[in-house]
């Protein structure tokens, strides 16, 4: 899941796109440019994500989304096309009318939280989880070492499931010094052996 970044669609895997930021960008256009189509279709994620949430998206009510979304987007484009053209001479576009082409070309990867229940709606976690990785680099300019690289990764990604599972951070860290760390400690269906990489005793010493 991406946020429509060009270099990942090289990648041979399926693609899914964060509806946050389609959310915000479909937000500022309600906002700075009057654009209704854009609100429709604000209101139409927000009711998507609603019923899944709820466990109430049946293959009847899958359609119905689909085709209000294509309606939508097409509403949004003959909007457009009934503009001005935004610049002489040039191929350029309105921000609003780059959004509804691409919410248009990428519908499988929009939508594809609604079809497929391990897809989360939005990316937003996985940047929270990396934003630590970005303030170290930004705050000390990197790592010295690649060791010392991964044993900040293995000590975030335990503190960050602990306080997803809403369990004690402090408790799992004293735990982590002692032993190894199972995540079927946090996650009881987890496959038991896939374990936490606990840090090597002497990057722990003071000395």
Known sequence: M?????????LPVKHAYCNAHHARELKALVKYDGELWAAEMRGLLAAMLKCKRADRLSDKLREHFSCRYDDILQAGLNYHNSL???KVGSNAKRTGHNLALRLQEKKEGVLMFMYNWEVPFTNNLAEQALR????????????????????????????????????????????????????????????????????????????
């Open 2 to 10: 991406s946020d429509h970044f060009k270099g990942y669609n090289r």
């Open 84 to 86: 001005p053209v935004f």
């Open 132 to 207: 630590p990785v970005k303030t170290q680099q930004k705050v000390s300019g990197g790592y010295r070492t690649e060791r010392g690289a991964q044993t900040f990764a293995a000590i975030r990604s335990l503190i960050s499931t602990v306080r997803k599972n809403g369990l004690n951070v402090l408790d799992f860290i004293k735990l982590a010094l002692d032993r190894r760390v199972s995540l079927s400690m946090v996650l009881p269906n987890f496959q038991p052996q896939l374990l936490l990489p606990a840090p090597q005793a002497p990057l722990l010493n003071s000395s």
